[in-house]
T-cell receptor, first 114, second 118 residues
């Protein structure tokens, strides 16, 4: 079992829809939680970053972390065709021998159609 | 400021051939990483380095070797390529993980190298 589980989709929604992307994890040492966005044939780029539990909002994007359930989410409001990409969740501990390593989910492929 | 660059962008190898992938970064990052990305598998860490002259194994290190002779460069070698190593390879770099004023865990990725082993 992977330490980070993510439904690969694909997910296809109409423009303007609210999109919900999720990941679960098993390692309670994870403290940093990230969402990376990867456009086709490009490298991933950091989209959102949170530390420990809670919510973080940035424009149309909201990241949520529920450490008690080991569950993180990314919500995209008013989705646009330009949001079409693969979204990867990633996590990291804040100490120990694996400090600095990111553990990625498989990625969810999202298509927003006009 | 080029960020992270990878050479080559594409390569086709025959089984048993060797090659080296080059990663260069101009952000003065201490940490560098090599990942492979396969369909449905996400990003898997091959090797990483926490500083010049140091390397460590990641999740899938078998069949690969690395070297970090200069801070800005991280090389990934395949000594005897196998079809199972057909993949897209990404290099990334970052500040040390607890650097203040930085998003912890942010890694900067290169554009990738598409490798096919026949």
């Amino acid at each position: 079992q992977k330490e980070v589980e993510q439904d690969p989709g694909p997910l296809s929604v109409p423009e303007g829809a609210i999109v919900s992307l999720n990941c679960t994890y098993s390692n309670s040492a994870f403290q940093y939680f990230m969402w990376y966005r990867q456009y086709s044939r490009k490298g991933p780029e950091l989209l959102m970053y949170t530390y420990s539990s809670g919510n973080k909002e940035d424009g149309r994007f909201t990241a949520q972390v529920d450490k008690s359930s080991k569950y993180i989410s990314l919500f995209i409001r008013d989705s646009q065709p330009s949001d079409s990409a693969t979204y990867l969740c990633a996590m990291s501990p804040d100490r120990g021998s694996t400090l600095g390593r990111l553990y990625f989910g498989r990625g969810t492929q999202l298509t927003v159609w006009p | 400021n080029a960020g992270v660059t990878q050479t080559p962008k594409f390569r086709v190898l025959k089984t048993g051939q060797s090659m080296t992938l080059l990663c260069a970064q101009d952000m003065n990052h201490e940490y560098m990483y090599w990942y492979r990305q396969d369909p449905g598998m996400g990003l898997r860490l091959i090797h990483y380095s926490v500083g010049e002259g140091t390397t460590a194994k990641g999740e899938v290190p078998d069949g690969y070797n690395v070297s970090r002779l200069k801070k800005q460069n991280f090389l990934l070698g395949l000594e005897s390529a196998a079809p199972s190593q057909t993949s897209v390879y990404f290099c990334a770099s970052s500040y040390p993980p607890l650097t203040s004023g930085r998003a912890k865990g942010e890694q900067f990725f290169g554009p990738g190298t598409r490798l096919t082993v026949l």
